[in-house]
């Protein structure tokens, strides 16, 4: 396939690894590089580059998965919604399984809440002409990336005139993340491989203050594997040389200023929510988007009733230490015994972008987690 | 969650709610492509272009050049 095949290249890949070796050998010590989201995690794990990479490369796998910090009481909400006889919640399959106080998606379709799974927002106008006497209501979650597809799904909701269908918003932001977390003094980080497809959306500008306050590098990258490595390489020329910067490896698709069409459809049709809880991480200021009062008609939190409670996280789960690169998947107590992808405890393990679902599926045996691991613990898994 | 896939528009099937085909490795699928129209790339001018497909929407284009330099500056690696 164009643009995926060519960034698969054996060859070249081989190239990079020996660029990456070699100043590798000009490090001081060895180096903490975070790749905040969860569609490179998916990749690192997918490609074993992780494995391949040399020892003084360790990768600390971010908070880039909405589905992974979306909290227990949001969910609970979004059941609420369901169960009500009257709705069709639409969703994304990826938060089917994500768990909430007491249950999931899946489990109140089964007992009988019409909950369907569709691939684009837009297929829910689609079931709202078909259902002219239910209520459609779309679970939106999702990244600056996903962001658009919803707001312009909003718009063409109210240019037909629809009165059926409204959308449940939790939309996060990751540059606030960004904040919070570097703001953690628990965090040792040397770099990050920014998000490519949040910054088609926001462009490379708002990372600026990585590079400026917190002095510390960030390359935007790509997700095929020699767009990963090669972003791992420019990060390692900045460290060597000593310099910060926000780098774009990713130019095919990103530019500076980002999407301005996008960017256009977002803000007329959200606005920042002064708080918004995250999973593991707690509340964090400006962190997600809520429906302009303009479009309220459409916004599914001034339609419906909702329990709207905070629900602590579950207390076997370290999904918050996870996601802030403190933990180490196989660290966590419950890992690959009580919480699997089947039967997930925390919800880093409900989505292959989350780094525990990654690391049980392809990275159990791999040499970061024998290197790491304690004897005992490794028969255990 | 924030997938893209790239893929190719190949006609325009609807020019005011800006939804075209595109051709996704073979498969083709119907999206809607307003976020990359503006005054300088109206609707009809898009069929060719090569987009990133997230969730039924072209997120953006993909810019062939840059492309081509960044697998060039690879290929000089190997040498
Ligand atoms: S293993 Fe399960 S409970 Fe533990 S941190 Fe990972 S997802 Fe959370």
């Known amino acids: ?381 | 969650m924030c997938l893209g896939i790239p893929g190719q528009i190949i006609e325009i099937t609807d020019v005011q709610k800006k939804l075209a085909i595109v051709n996704i490795g073979g498969v083709k699928r119907q999206i809607n492509i307003a976020c990359i129209v503006d005054e300088q790339h109206p609707t009809e001018s898009c069929v060719g272009d090569w987009v990133l497909v997230h969730v039924g929407f072209a997120l953006n284009r993909i810019n062939e050049q840059e492309a081509a330099e960044t697998l060039q500056l690879l290929q000089e690696l190997i040498k």
């Open chain 1, 1 to 381: 396939m164009k643009y995926v095949d060519e960034f698969r290249e054996p060859e070249k890949a081989k190239a990079l690894l020996h660029e990456i070796e070699k100043l590798c050998q000009k490090l001081a010590q060895p180096i903490k590089i975070m790749e905040v989201c969860g569609g490179h995690t998916h990749s690192i794990f997918k490609y074993g580059i992780e494995e391949i990479l040399p020892d003084v490369v360790e990768l600390i796998h971010g908070p880039g998965c909405p589905v992974c910090v979306m909290p227990r009481g949001r969910l609970d909400d979004a059941i609420a919604i369901a169960q009500n006889p009257n709705v069709i919640l639409t969703t994304f399959g990826d938060t089917m399984r994500v768990p909430g106080s007491k249950t999931n998606l899946l489990e109140a379709r089964a007992k009988g809440a019409d909950i369907r799974m569709v691939y684009s927002p837009l297929d829910s106008l689609q079931i709202v002409k078909e259902n002219p006497n239910k209520e459609v209501v779309f679970f939106a979650l999702g990244f600056e990336t996903t962001a658009p597809s919803t707001a312009l799904t909003i718009l063409q909701a109210a240019a037909d005139n629809i009165h059926n269908f409204s959308m449940f918003c939790n939309h996060v932001l990751v540059i606030p993340a960004l904040k919070a977390l570097l703001n953690n003094p628990d965090l040792q980080l040397d770099g990050f491989i920014g998000p490519g497809h949040v910054s088609t959306i926001i462009g490379t500008e708002p990372y600026q203050f990585i590079a400026q306050q917190y002095h510390k590098p960030i390359v935007i990258s790509g997700f095929e594997p020699l767009d990963i490595f090669q972003s791992i390489w420019m990060l390692l020329q900045q460290l060597v040389e000593n310099r910060c910067e926000v780098e774009n490896q990713y130019n095919r698709l990103v530019e500076k200023t980002g999407n301005h069409v996008a960017l256009a459809a977002i803000n007329k049709v959200f606005a920042v929510r002064e708080n918004f809880e995250w999973r593991g991480l707690g509340d964090i200021p400006n962190s997600g988007l809520k429906i302009r009062p303009e479009y309220a008609q459409f916004d599914a939190e001034c339609k419906f009733t909702l329990p709207n409670l905070k629900v602590a996280d579950h207390k076997a789960c370290q999904c918050g230490e996870i996601l802030k690169g403190v933990l180490k998947p196989w660290q966590c107590k419950v890992f690959g015994t009580a919480c699997t992808p089947e039967t997930p405890i925390g919800t880093c393990m409900v989505s292959s972008e989350g780094a525990c679902a990654a690391y049980y599926k392809y990275g159990r045996f791999s040499k970061v987690v024998q290197k790491t691991m304690p004897e005992k613990a490794k028969v255990k898994v």
